[in-house]
């Protein structure tokens, strides 16, 4: 898998439907992270967890309480397999490639088409760190010590910046001129970064509006 050159990339779930097939400690992890972002859940899964149970009975999740079976793919976005049967992760995989579509089986790299990396998020702020499954040991690792150097401040600077995206697409004329704009800010002297882990945000609001004042065409 070292030689495998994986494709980065942040997934909208918003709505889709996402199976998991198998809902043991594993299935329920994979739920929840599914949940987390919003995805569309349905578990397949004839035993499952009492914390499953509790999600399918509030109406988090649409729980089909009986094997899997391979029509159970359609219309599905993304499947991820967690049973204890390899035959049945074996399935899966092969139902859901003859689709072209996204499936992971749990911690059996043949079986995937994606892999999950581990993720540092605060807020908007998402750091995922991946070794190409060459130690998933190791990359819980760099996500403790990633944690501890990007947290909140990184995050709440974001925060500000979106807050005056709009601005500039609406002001300043060029990708270059808006580009300047965003750089000054968050390369800028003083450090945003240092402001706001001082739990100083005016100064770093202060900041943003000097930017928009410096970068501001001026009005004939
Ligand atoms: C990151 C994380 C995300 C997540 O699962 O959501 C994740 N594994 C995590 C934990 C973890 N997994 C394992 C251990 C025991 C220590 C160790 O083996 O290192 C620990 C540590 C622990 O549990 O504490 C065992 C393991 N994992 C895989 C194999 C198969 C093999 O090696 O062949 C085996 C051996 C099984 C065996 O020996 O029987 C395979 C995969 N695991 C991946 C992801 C993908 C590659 C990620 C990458 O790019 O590095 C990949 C390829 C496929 C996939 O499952 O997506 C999550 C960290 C959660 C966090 O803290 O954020
Ligand atoms: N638990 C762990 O810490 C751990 C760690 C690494 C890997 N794994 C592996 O991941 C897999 C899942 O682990 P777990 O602890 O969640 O397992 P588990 O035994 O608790 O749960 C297995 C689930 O698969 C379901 N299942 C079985 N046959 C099925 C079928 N035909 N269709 C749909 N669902 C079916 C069961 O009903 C159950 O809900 C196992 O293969 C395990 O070896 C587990």
Not at 33 to 56: F, N
Request: net charge negative.
């Amino acid at each position: 898998m070292l030689d495998t050159p994986f494709y980065i990339a942040c997934l909208k779930l918003t709505g889709r439907r996402c199976v998991v097939v198998g809902g043991g400690s594993i299935g329920l992890e994979k739920v929840e992270g599914l949940l987390a972002c919003d995805g569309r859940v349905v578990l397949i899964a004839p035993q499952a967890e009492p914390e499953l149970e509790a999600l399918a009975q509030e109406g988090s999740i649409e729980w089909l309480r009986r094997p899997y079976e391979t029509g159970d793919l359609e219309a599905t976005f993304i499947a991820i397999a967690a049973t204890n049967d390899t035959d049945v992760n074996i399935g899966v995989y092969n139902d859901a490639e003859r689709r072209a579509m996204l499936v992971n089986v749990v911690d059996v790299p043949p079986l995937c088409n994606f892999i999950l990396p581990a993720i540092v998020r605060t807020g908007p702020l998402a750091i995922a760190i991946s070794t190409a499954g060459a130690s998933p040991a190791l990359a819980k690792r760099i996500k403790a010590e990633i944690a501890e150097s990007f947290g909140e401040p990184y995050a709440r600077l974001a925060v500000l910046l979106n807050e005056v995206r709009g601005w500039a697409k609406g002001t300043l004329p060029t990708y270059q001129d808006r580009k300047a704009f965003f750089e000054a800010i968050v390369n800028g002297e003083p450090d945003p970064v240092e402001l706001l882990r001082a739990g100083d945000e005016t100064a770093v609001r202060a900041l943003i509006a000097d930017a928009q004042r410096a970068h501001e065409p001026a009005t004939a």
